[in-house]
């Protein structure tokens, strides 16, 4: 007998909640800790004792000798995947209306489609927040790995800063990968780019005037991949005024992320281990009103890991 369950999975929601995206927002959670598919809900990850890699054996034989044995060891870690999920609930008279104007070419709106795809944004901008809070906290980095700029006249929204000095110190005080991703709100780039001895350095020029692109702050710290978080959340409880706030803080993250790792193995800062893809769907819900309607449901099975502190650097407090 087939399993039979009330949420009924629907291929034109499933494809809004997988493919829906707000450009305005600039979310850049997945490529700041990509997706990586797991084949089940609990699944293990390799944490690998980095000296290994760098302690050099003997490796010099005799004619007859013996070869220098070396074990490479690794401590397996538990993971599972969290279970995110959204429903509204829409009365079956405003879908009627709805279908009555599609029949009569008058709209093209579906209230059912277009509530997967808000929930769907809900959906991201939560993840969004999630992994902004792993990158701009301190306890995911080694301890030698964090700058706290705690001078205000240091940081890079002042004149007075130098940021390129700071920068370079993150950077190269990440010893065991080069960080190739840089992660920071679009309030730290807008005046950062701004700073006038950043830009005369990148510039090459006395001038104080201007701004430096994405562009050339990736090809003159050597940065592959520049993040800059848009997005913005109310942090106003329900009912209260809104307070709308950044999803991305004052601070800069620079980290070594490699897309190709996987929980058995790879170096990378972090990654977000999913099982399965996000799905959209309906269940009938015959107590909305007076002829019933549908419950609209989104949800998504994943988590955030950090899984190698020492792969990155923080700068914290870059402006003020």
């Known amino acids: 007998m087939p399993d039979k369950r009330p949420f009924v999975s629907n291929a034109a929601m499933t494809a809004i909640a997988i493919g829906y995206s707000n450009p305005a927002i600039a979310m850049i959670a997945d490529r700041a800790l990509p997706r990586v598919p797991v084949p089940t809900e609990s699944f293990k990850w390799l944490r690998y004792n980095d000296d ?35 429903k509204s609930v829409i009365p079956l008279s405003d879908i009627n209306v709805a279908k009555a104007q599609r029949d009569k070419g008058l709209s093209t709106y579906d209230p059912r489609l277009h509530t997967t ?27 030698g790995n964090i700058t706290a700029i705690a001078n205000a006249a240091d940081r890079f929204d002042v004149d007075t800063g130098d940021p390129e000095a700071i920068i370079d110190a993150a950077i190269n005080g990440v010893f065991i990968v ?11 780039w807008q005046k950062m ?31 592959q991949n520049v993040l800059i978080g848009a997005a913005w959340v109310n942090t106003a409880r329900p009912g209260q005024a809104a307070n709308m706030q950044r999803a991305w803080g004052k601070h800069i993250s620079f980290v070594y992320i490699d897309r190709m790792a996987r929980p058995e193995g790879g170096v990378t800062w972090g990654f977000s281990p999913e099982f399965g893809s996000r799905v959209a769907g309906t269940i009938p819900d015959p107590d909305v009103g007076l002829e ?19 792969a990155g650097a923080f700068i914290q407090n870059a402006i003020s």
């Open 292 to 310: 019933g309607g549908e419950e609209i449901r989104v949800g998504e099975r994943v988590d955030e890991l950090v899984v190698a502190k020492k």
């Open 193 to 223: 780019r701004r700073n006038v001895n950043l830009v005369k350095a990148i510039k090459g020029t006395t001038q104080a005037d201007g701004k430096i692109t994405q562009r050339e702050f990736s090809e003159y710290f050597e940065i």
């Open 117 to 143: 795809a808000m929930l769907t944004e809900l959906m991201l901008l939560d993840r969004e927040r999630r992994v902004a809070a792993m990158y701009q906290n301190a306890a995911n980095y080694e301890a």
């Open 52 to 86: 290994e890699a760098f302690s050099v054996p003997e490796t010099r034989i005799g004619r007859k000798g013996r070869l220098n044995e070396v074990e490479f060891t690794a401590t397996e870690e538990s993971g599972s995947v969290k279970t995110y999920g959204l």
């Open 178 to 188: 080069r960080p190739n991703t840089c992660a920071m709100s679009e309030q730290v």
